[in-house]
């Protein structure tokens, strides 16, 4: 024999309530007998005597000894209240802002990003990191600043990056006094290009002439295109011209160095051929050169590289992410127009970064290099880290780049930013090719594929001196004493340090605030959980001597779990003779008198319920309740065994009265209680009849079954028990009393109505027996037929074939009215085309069909039919078999083209196609093919029609879909066909449901499927069935696509994935390029040419212009091509 196992399904078990139960009753029962209460029947059924509960894990109701569960274990928690982890209660008093503390001024502080306003910050971050520019706009006068909101708020922000005490700072006055869309991204070179522009004239107006022109003087350099004859070397008149620059805008595509994009930059380009140069000197065209001269150069400067490249086939912008390379270090001495005879050595001082694939979305950070310091650090908003002696980081070769926290970033093609040390000696050809302007032996190269912007300043001579360019290198004066006062630091003028000490002291006040007030909290929750686990230590009773008070478990629990509790309150375990019933005892605890001292000491309330308050009037009550319940449960035993002898039809004695008997079943089936309840009332209500009297048994629900007196008399007293008002329910019928005579007649009159109807459809079943069943039947060429709707048979059959409680009550019409109805009015012709015919087997039958709207019938079948539904037989519309010789034969009623199924495939061998032969219906009247022809167009308008509706779109990815996917993509949905809930219900595994509307473009649901799958619209290939959609430009209707549908869709891999945030900005961004460009047509700003071109400006305007193009590529190069044919007529 094997072990056997242990049983451990009773352990930690509770006794059943059944046991306190029958304890309880036979205490009551021994009260009522004896009329006297005794401490030991207190004991007993207040369960005073219950021992004290260890460590039950749950709150045990049947035991006021029981304190369990109130609190958690000691290591445990709750997830909300007193319990609450610790962290979770810090996290409820908000953000701490200490954590917002800058740890140190000898580290800058981040800008807040707004939303998408990085391009910004980093902008703003390069000028406030250059020393000069800081300390320029630290110098504007206040008067200035009230006058001006734009600089007023950016000195303001200087100030707080300069002395705040807060780790990043808001930027938000400054931009929205800039008026800039916190959400939309732009481009920073943009943004600086405005800014200083905007600066320049801001400060204009000021007196000191530091503030006044510290743009010009740091940023402003000078430039002239020259042209120069190669006959007579003279220049053009335009080449003495100096044009200011602010920074310098350097090609990237195919160079590899700052070096080689300088050479391009300044490069001659020769004009010959049909470019030639008219010479004023030599008054005729000749051969000429045409270049771009460096006059001058700023303290500050700044080369842009071009990453963004117009592509003309496409109309959208790319970004080039290839590598490019730039020294720590620019002599810019050769590159001046008039060569400096000394070194004019730049510093790379900070390079902004693009991260990203896309030109209009992405992500801004800024490596910047503190002057006092040497140190790099990135800003990237809010977060900014020290990066060392190296703008990228440390010594080592590769770094990957920051992902930013609120800005889309592609990481399809993450950037790395490596740093090359290039030894002149050994230096590579390819990475430092058309320059050898260098003269170090050894020079810091860094390379990076995301540099977007690179800011170089002029390094301050060994003497202490101002660098400078020869004899056309131009310094403005004033400059010398902000430009290079490196290593000293710089202080705040009043006006701006008062803001910012009381903005530093507001910041330390909310600190220490946020700080008294999490002591506060802490020390408050770990005082109450003191006070809790003291008073539940004290709480049990340990001697049924001592005395003790009792407490309502729910203030109890409330209590222990609160951190603010409330007032003692045990109203709800007080009786209303302001005692302690027995009923009440699972719903209060026994408390030991230390600690209900503690308690009502420190929370007021009541009322105050003491050992001896125990409820004597309530304990006789229940005993007598008691005694009540356990007679009329005897009583209804007794009571039952003769209902169910009633029910088995046995030998009843006496006098014996009528129940309903399904009241009476009902009543049986019921549970023994203690007391009449609603379901005891009513029981002859069903078998009394309107009259009053006694309904007959033909009658709806009027069973009835005869009871001995005695059952009678307890059941009709429970009832008035229950509802002393109802005698219609309990009405007295005894077994002599007589059913009522007047709903005898109409029950009759019923029965032989339906005698006579169920006589009537047998014999439409027999009639027309293959009809009835729906059966196909053969079509022979040489006899007449007749055609009726689908519908009405499919009415009549219902009708026919239900019975009893099935029957439905179906009003057909007459077969007049039908006949009418298919009929139009103005040709008097058939409305609907015949049903298709088939071979099957060598004979002819109706093609089995749901849509078929006609259905053939015999001669015989139409005759009888309009005997019995009010037809005429001459009027019915006839119908004849003919077949063709030859397959290609167009039917007399054409209908739409047949598409070859795989259920014509699978009818191969059933279907005689070697004869050749093709069997159609021509009709009398025949069709009229103009009103179905209509009917159908605004059919299929309506169709097409649909808003906001739902089409299934499926994602496969092997090569072939799914049986049941290509089966329901196939299939033409039809609004009015019902269907199954399991077929409405039906997934097909990766699907997603889209609201679409019949307007919606191709372009649109794969933008829709592109954000549902990641598969991006150029990659996928979409079907409806085994047909491919393409054609951005066209909506669903034009594809025939309806509301329901089921597409797939397959990802060709093709191309390379990109992130749909770059898709949306160019297509918002071109879409408001050509919103101007629609403006300026319906300004009429084109003049006459508009009258004699084809384009509708108010067309273009609506938005049926956009649904019919969609693609803002397809409406730009459009416009484009009318503009051409306007300017060329």
């Known amino acids: 024999m094997g072990h056997q196992r242990p049983t451990t399904r009773s352990k930690n078990k509770r006794s059943r309530p059944d046991d306190n139960a029958d304890t309880t009753s036979e205490i009551l029962r021994k009260i009522l007998v004896n009329g006297d209460v005794t401490e030991d029947d207190i004991n007993q059924l207040y369960m005073t005597w219950k021992p004290v509960c260890q460590g039950c894990r749950v709150n045990t109701k049947d035991n006021p000894n029981c304190f369990c569960g109130l609190i958690p274990p000691p290591n445990g928690s709750r997830k909300s209240g007193l319990w609450q982890k610790t962290s979770e209660i810090v996290n409820s008093l908000g953000p701490d802002p200490s954590e917002d503390l800058r740890e140190s001024f000898n580290a800058p502080a981040g800008l807040k990003n707004l939303g998408a306003t990085c391009y910004a910050n980093s902008i703003l971050q390069c000028l406030f990191m250059n020393k000069s520019f800081r300390e320029g706009v630290f110098s504007i006068e206040p008067e200035v600043l009230k006058e001006q909101p734009v600089l007023d708020n950016l000195v303001r922000l200087f100030a707080q990056l300069h002395s705040s005490n807060k780790a990043f700072v808001d930027p938000a006055p400054f931009i929205q006094t800039l008026e800039l869309d916190n959400g939309v991204q732009q481009d920073s070179h943009e943004f600086l290009t405005l800014l200083l522009s905007l600066l320049e004239r801001c400060l204009s107006r000021s007196k000191d002439v530091k503030a006044r022109t510290i743009v010009q003087d740091l940023f402003r350099g000078g430039v002239s295109h020259t042209t120069k004859c190669s006959k007579c070397g003279n220049e053009s008149e335009a080449s003495s011209k100096i044009e200011d620059f602010y920074e310098l805008e350097l090609n990237v595509k195919g160079l590899k160095s700052l070096d080689e994009s300088l050479d391009d930059y300044l490069s001659v380009e020769e004009l010959e051929g049909d470019n030639q140069y008219l010479c004023e000197a030599c008054v005729t065209r000749v051969n000429a050169t045409r270049s771009i001269k460096l006059r001058s150069l700023p303290a500050v400067l700044n080369f ?89 980081g440390g010594s080592a070769s590769t770094r990957e780049a920051k992902t930013a926290k609120n800005e889309p970033v592609d990481h399809s093609s993450s950037a790395k930013e490596t740093v090359v040390l290039v030894d002149e000696n050994h230096k590579d050809a390819d990475q430092l090719h058309s320059s050898d302007l260098n003269r170090d032996s050894s020079v810091k190269t860094f390379s990076s594929s995301d540099a977007y912007m690179l800011m170089y300043v002029l390094r301050q001579s060994k003497s202490g001196g101002e660098a400078t360019a020869g004899p056309s290198f131009e310094t403005k004066k004033g400059i010398n004493d902000i430009l290079y006062r490196r290593g000293t630091g710089s202080s705040l003028p009043s006006h701006l340090s008062e803001d910012v000490e009381m903005s530093n002291a507001m910041c330390l006040k909310s600190c220490e605030e946020y700080k008294s007030k999490k002591e506060s909290e802490l020390n408050c929750i770990t005082e109450r959980r003191q006070e809790v686990r003291s008073v539940l230590s004290e709480a049990p009773v340990q001697s049924l001597e001592k005395p003790y008070f009792w407490i309502s478990t729910d203030w109890l629990r409330q209590w222990a779990d609160s951190i603010i509790p409330s007032n003692i309150d045990n109203t709800t375990i007080q009786c209303l003779h302001g005692k302690v019933p027995v009923s009440m005892t699972s719903y209060m605890k026994r408390l030991s008198a230390e600690a209900w001292a503690m308690l009502s000491s420190k929370y007021d309330g009541g009322p105050r319920l003491a050992k001896d308050d125990y409820c004597i009037d309530c304990i006789f009550e229940m005993s007598r309740t008691k005694a009540r319940a356990e007679s009329y449960r005897d009583r209804r035993s007794l009571m039952k065994e003769l209902a169910e002898a009633a029910l088995a039809r046995e030998c009843l004695d006496g006098k014996l009265f009528y129940i309903s008997k399904t009241w009476l079943q009902q009543w049986l089936r019921r549970k023994n209680i203690d007391s009449p309840c609603e379901a005891d009332s009513g029981p002859t209500a069903s078998i009394r009849c309107p009259h009053s009297e006694l309904m007959p048994e033909l009658g709806p629900s009027a069973k009835r079954i005869l009871v001995p007196e005695n059952l009678w008399h307890f059941i009709h007293e429970n009832a008035m028990a229950v509802k002393p008002d109802d005698v219609v329910g309990c009405s007295t019928f005894s077994s002599d009393s007589e059913p009522c005579a007047l709903c005898s007649v109409e029950l009759k009159e019923a029965v032989s109505s339906e005698d006579t109807l169920r006589e009537f459809k047998l014999k439409q079943r027999q009639t027309h027996e293959k009809l009835a069943m729906n059966k196909n039947m053969a079509l022979y060429d040489d006899s007449r037929y007749y055609l009726l709707p689908s519908s009405w048979l499919s009415k009549w059959r219902s009708y026919i074939n239900a019975s009893g409680k099935n029957a439905v009550s179906v009003e057909l019409e007459t077969l007049d009215i039908v006949v009418d109805m298919l009929m139009c009015k103005e040709h008097s012709r058939l409305l609907e085309r015949p049903p298709d015919l088939l071979w099957k087997r060598g004979l002819i039958f109706q093609k089995a069909s749901t849509t078929d709207a006609l259905t053939i019938i015999a001669e015989d079948d139409w005759k009888l039919l309009c005997e019995d539904w009010g037809g005429i037989a001459s009027r019915g519309i006839s119908a004849r078999i003919e077949v063709n010789n030859c397959l290609e034969d167009d039917m007399v009623a054409p209908c739409e083209e047949i598409q070859i199924s795989e259920e014509h495939v699978n009818m191969h061998d059933e279907v005689n196609l070697g004869s050749s032969r093709r069997p159609i219906v021509k009709t009398s009247p025949p069709v009229c093919e103009e009103c179905i022809g209509e009917r159908e167009s605004s059919e299929l308008m309506r169709k097409l029609n649909y808003t906001n509706e739902d089409i299934c779109v499926c994602f496969v990815r092997g090569k072939e879909p799914p049986k049941s996917i290509l089966e329901a993509s196939g299939s033409i949905s039809e609004p009015n066909r019902r269907t199954s809930k399991r077929s409405r219900k039906a997934t097909y595994g990766n699907s997603v449901n889209l609201k679409v509307s019949g307007s919606t473009s191709i372009y649109q649901l794969k933008m829709m499927i592109w954000e549902s799958f990641g598969v991006i619209k150029e990659n996928q290939i979409l079907h409806k069935g085994s047909k491919i959609i393409d054609g951005e430009t066209a909506c669903l209707a034009d594809r025939n696509i309806f509301s329901g549908d089921v597409l797939w869709v397959t990802d060709s891999k093709v191309h390379e994935n990109r992130d749909i945030a770059d898709e949306l900005s160019n297509s918002n961004m071109e879409k408001s390029s050509v919103n101007n460009l629609l403006s300026a047509f319906s300004r009429n700003e084109l003049g006459p040419q508009m009258a004699r071109g084809s384009l509708d400006v108010d067309l273009l305007c609506t938005n049926c212009f956009w649904n019919c193009f969609v693609t803002q590529d397809i409406i730009t190069s459009y416009i484009l091509r009318v503009v051409a044919a306007f300017l060329v007529q």
Not at 324 to 341: D, I, T, V, W
Request: glycine fraction near 6%; include cysteine; charged fraction near 25%.
């Open 304 to 392: 842009q590289l071009k990453r963004c490249v117009f592509l003309p086939n496409t109309t959208m912008k790319k970004k080039i992410t290839s590598a490019f390379c730039f020294p720590g270090e620019l002599n810019m001495a050769q590159r001046l127009s008039e060569h400096s005879h000394k070194d004019l050595m730049y510093d790379l001082s900070a390079v902004l970064i693009h991260k990203g694939s896309a030109v209009d979305s992405g992500h801004y950070t800024a490596h910047i290099k503190d002057e006092n310091t040497g140190e790099w650090w990135e800003f990237d908003d809010e977060q900014v880290s020290k990066l060392g002696q190296q703008p990228f």
